[in-house]
């Protein structure tokens, strides 16, 4: 062993003890929310810091987290609330390395779904259930939703909060896509009509595996999907037609599908560029805050296909080792508020669809969802839920985009 491979392996040896020392939570002072009153919560959460990590791709997101909700919670809980963008995969890496070391954490809330919120549920990197002990839960909230049961088919048990509701549109400007493509046969026949003006993100882009798997939807069902094992073989079989499909659709793409968009920003940009023709967004807002800052045409417009679009809820949840759950419940309940959900709703802040139970609501907090300006280019809300498709379950996710980039990319 060389001197500097001994001086760098005695760091990291360092770092871990230091970690694992100073760090280690102490079982005599962490407290357990879950037997305590919701006045003793609040009291202990009273004047503490917490601390929300998610994905920070969007500024508008950021501004909303970092403007109204940090200065709301501020005001009424005496609690200062940061915003920490980093993208999950980072955020489950952290996690999981801190549970390694038996450190105490830096996270207090956690934006999650889909098959992070499996891998963090099962390897033990949430605390829960936590649900229960928020009024505005029970308030407002109805818990045999299947969307607040299941996330992507995988129970959720209490460990995670609804956060907001999201369903795949796609987005065109009217003046140059009149009639836009409502299903896969017309979106084929529509690149072929523009060949090299078609594109999406490739995996494992959030809102482009999306699209993959509307496509294949479109092409073969969702039903057999929905319970089906995360085998393989089965998935390999079941998706057999829709990777024929993105076959023969490829060299109609944008640079002959030989190369995709790596995040749904760029394409974005090459929408508005006018280099494609098409935007797909899992915010159903999206046109209209993208219009209202100039970076869409005037005349974009939102389309669903005709048999429907995926849509599916994101939650909030707690690390087990957060070191501020008082804190966090006090956030995340004031997030499930009326307030806080119209202010998400809104295209000017966010445009995220509101996660409460519409019968649950007075008469005077439904007007205040419904003076929400939705803008321009925004389907209305129950078109989009009658139009409504179920997610895969979790554990399928990876194993059809391993798939489909084993045949189409690689």
């Not at 450190?103 to 207090?108: H, K, L, S």
């Not at 003046?175 to 493509?181: D, K, L, Q």
């Not at 999406?200 to 993959?212: C, N, Q, R, V, W």
């Not at 159903?284 to 209202?292: D, E, G, Y």
Request: aromatic share 10%; proline share 7%.
């Amino acid at each position: 062993m060389n001197i500097r491979t001994f001086v760098c392996m005695t760091v990291v040896l360092i770092l871990l003890l230091s970690v694992g020392c100073e760090g280690r939570q102490d079982p005599e002072t962490e407290i357990n929310p879950a037997e305590m009153s919701w006045e003793e919560i609040l009291e202990e959460a009273q004047g503490t810091e917490v601390r929300f990590y998610g994905w920070g791709g969007d500024q508008a997101i950021n501004d909303w987290m970092n403007g109204f909700v940090a200065d709301r919670i501020a005001e009424k809980y005496d609690i200062i609330f940061e915003w920490v963008p980093m993208n999950i995969d980072e955020i489950l890496n952290k996690l999981q390395g801190e549970k390694q070391a038996d450190a105490r954490g830096t996270a207090d809330m956690v934006w999650i779904n889909g098959e992070n919120f499996y891998t963090a549920k099962t390897n033990d990197l949430l605390y829960g259930p936590f649900t229960e002990s928020l009024p505005n839960f029970h308030g407002y909230i109805d818990p045999e939703d299947v969307e607040v049961k299941y996330d992507f088919g995988f129970p959720t048990e209490g460990f995670e909060a609804p956060f907001g509701k999201a369903q795949l549109v796609m987005i065109y400007d009217e003046e140059r896509t009149p009639n836009p493509p409502v299903n896969h046969v017309e979106l084929l026949e529509y690149a072929k009509q523009h060949p090299g003006e078609l594109t999406f993100p490739a995996p494992p882009d959030f809102t482009g595996s999306a699209f993959i798997r509307n496509l294949i939807y479109d092409i073969v069902g969702y039903e057999q999907f929905i319970g089906m094992e995360a085998d393989e073989d089965t998935v390999r079989e079941a998706i057999a037609p829709g990777i024929e499909y993105f076959k023969e659709l490829k060299p109609y793409l944008w640079r002959e599908g030989e190369t995709y968009p790596a995040t749904i920003a760029q394409q974005e940009n090459l929408f508005a560029d006018g280099e494609v023709r098409m935007v797909m967004a899992y915010n159903s807002n999206l046109v209209a805050q993208r219009i209202s800052s100039g970076m869409f045409p005037e005349t974009s417009t939102s389309v669903i296909f005709e048999g429907g679009t995926i849509g599916n809820g994101h939650f909030i949840a707690i690390p087990f080792n957060s070191p501020n759950k008082a804190g966090a419940l006090v956030a995340i309940n004031d997030i499930l508020s009326v307030e806080t959900q119209a202010s998400k709703y809104d295209p000017e802040n966010w445009g995220d669809l509101p996660v409460l139970e519409n019968s649950k609501l007075s008469e005077e907090e439904r007007r205040i969802f419904d003076e929400v300006e939705l803008g321009q280019g925004v389907l209305p809300q129950e078109v989009l839920l009658e139009n409504r498709l179920p997610e895969v379950p979790a554990p399928l996710v990876p194993v059809i985009e391993r798939i489909w980039m084993e045949n189409i990319v690689e």
